[in-house]
């Protein structure tokens, strides 16, 4: 289908624009996080937001937010969450209503890590620090009030790439036992030669110049890409990961990466729903309070992730 036309507007104005370029990486976040927040609309009410602490593997300690969608006093599905940024932008911050939105849909305790970003932590660190996270979620489960059997990941762009990694770790160290992953436009080879770079590369958000750039900031030297922990896509074989949702943008330079990562683990017989947002770009995860059309990403992500972890409502 067309481009949503409010989207459109939106990039239309932008590239209008004659903003000047950030001085420096710390500029380049603070811009980044702010334009991000001009798209979000009201705030997402959810029961109750707790903010925890882990322990990275090297000691440093990981800050955790969790948005419980309802008060329950059984024990809650939950998605521990990476957020988006290419390794290097983003923050918990600016992720706390896409956070609050999701916990609603999916009707799962949402726990949100603030890993450490590159370049001042380069890969591995970003993703040691979800993996670590991960185990953390799962042996502190009970205290959280938290169901193990159904405590899945989620992620959107570079944070789709720190978790489905995390489950590649996980199906190599024995666990843990992830029950579900959902994938939000994820990044999944630094090849970027897939078709849709070609058609979607330039001109709806997210380019291939940016994602050249953010790789280039993520990685000490290029051939770490050829990491299946790095591109997930590149992994030989895929068997035994976790069930899988993965959603798409239809005007995404990643698009077909991810849909070949889904094709990858149906043939390795994981069950795995790929869906398409029509007429959405990159990042669209921020824009409900740009267009409506943004928020079929939360009710087909509700829809799935509550089959998957037997979700009732």
Not at 64 to 87: D, M, N, R, T, V
Not at 186 to 195: C, G, K
Request: glycine share 10%; with cysteine.
């Amino acid at each position: 289908m067309p481009l949503d036309i409010k989207i459109r507007q939106w990039l239309e104005q932008a590239a209008a624009g004659d903003a000047a370029a950030p001085a420096d990486m710390a500029q380049l976040r603070a811009d980044t996080d702010a334009g991000l927040r001009q798209l979000h609309g009201p705030l997402e009410p959810v029961a109750r937001v707790e903010v925890f602490q882990a322990t990275a593997r090297d000691g440093h300690p990981l800050r955790i937010i969790g948005y419980w969608p309802e008060a329950s006093e059984a024990a809650q599905p939950a998605l521990l969450f990476a957020h988006g940024g290419g390794w290097c932008l983003g923050s918990a911050e600016v992720y706390d209503n896409p956070c609050r939105a999701l916990a609603k849909a999916t009707g799962c305790v949402v726990l949100s890590v603030d890993y450490r970003l590159a370049p001042e932590h380069r890969y591995p660190v970003p993703l040691h620090d979800m993996y670590d996270a991960l185990c953390w979620a799962f042996e502190h489960a009970q205290a959280l009030g938290l169901d193990p059997k159904r405590l899945g990941v989620a992620g959107d762009s570079a944070g789709g790439n720190l978790v489905a990694a995390a489950c590649l770790l996980a199906r190599e160290h024995g666990g843990p036992s992830v029950a579900h992953q959902l994938l939000i436009y994820p990044a999944l080879n630094h090849r970027m030669d897939s078709a849709s770079y070609q058609t979607y590369g330039e001109g709806y958000y997210l380019t291939r110049e940016l994602m050249r750039f953010c790789y280039a900031t993520y990685l000490s030297a290029e051939e770490e890409g050829e990491s299946p922990h790095v591109s997930p896509l590149l992994a030989a074989s895929l068997d035994g990961l976790p069930g899988a949702t993965i959603l798409t943008a239809e005007f995404d330079p990643l698009r077909g990466e991810a849909e070949d990562y889904g094709a990858r683990l149906r043939q390795a017989g994981v069950a795995t729903t790929v869906r398409q947002l029509d007429g959405m770009v990159h990042s669209c995860i921020h824009m409900l309070g740009l267009t409506p059309a943004a928020g079929a990403l939360f009710d087909i992500a509700g829809a799935k992730v509550r089959a998957a972890l037997g979700v009732d409502g």
